[in-house]
């Protein structure tokens, strides 16, 4: 069974451009989320989807949004990129999305904003 | 909200030794409390978890026990090997309204370095 695939893997990107990342999940995954991991502030959550409605959100800006599409496939985006944008954005995904499932992360989207 | 302490940020021990890395949660409703291991570069990797209605499980040479009341999971690792060199993280979530999977809030992280 193929493991949760993100692309791009490595990405550079201009301030003020904007990025889309994309997540395929497990298959039969329906709940996919979103983290952003950076060497000051580790692991963050971002925000959670599951039969493509936003079910949970973390603190981030609005300049962060997502989408997940009926196939369970999700994509983030980031518009207005800013220099502390540069992270590893990690997507997650779940069975049913109930709570105590396992969650798996993919190798995650190495952004780099210059 | 939930907040995670996670206790050493760095622990060095030799081959064959163990490990402890000992985590404190916040929300007493949290009720799952899975360790992931990231090594340089790669994705995090779930290497055990525990639900709030298990005191202990362990996994061959891996362990994590929790303690509800004192709101507080460790990870012990026996007999390490050089390749268990890692960045360990420790995370909780608790249910959403209506029992959907909460996010996980981690832990800082703690850098095992397993020295030959």
């Known amino acids: 069974k193929a493991g949760v695939t993100q692309t791009p893997r490595y990405l550079i990107k201009t301030r003020g451009q904007q990025v889309t990342l994309s997540c395929s999940p497990i298959?039969?995954?329906?709940?996919v989320s979103w983290y952003q991991q950076t060497p000051g502030q580790g692991l963050q959550f971002l925000f959670e989807y599951f039969s493509e409605t936003q079910r949970n959100k973390g603190n981030f800006p609005g300049r962060f949004s997502g989408r997940q599409f009926s196939n369970s496939r999700s994509e983030m985006n980031v518009s207005t990129l800013e220099l502390g944008d540069s992270a590893l954005y990690l997507c997650?995904?779940?069975?049913?999305?109930?709570?105590?499932?396992?969650?798996?992360f993919g190798e995650g989207s190495w952004l780099t904003v210059v | 909200g939930e907040n995670v302490e996670q206790h050493p940020s760095t622990l060095s021990v030799q081959e064959g030794d163990s490990a402890v890395i000992k985590c404190t949660y916040s929300d007493s409703a949290s009720n799952y409390f899975p360790w992931y291991k990231q090594e340089l570069g790669k994705r995090p990797q779930l290497i055990i978890d525990i639900r709030s209605n298990v005191g202990e499980k362990k996994d061959q040479r891996i362990a994590v026990t929790l303690n509800k009341t004192a709101k507080h999971f460790s990870l012990h690792i026996t007999e390490t090997q050089p390749e268990d060199s890692a960045v360990y993280f420790c995370a909780a979530t608790r249910p959403n309204y209506g029992g959907s999977q909460g996010n996980l809030i981690f832990g800082k992280g703690t850098k095992l370095s397993v020295k030959p």
């Open positions: 997650a995904s779940s069975f049913s999305g109930l709570s105590g499932n396992t969650i798996y």
């Open positions: 298959s039969g995954h329906r709940s």
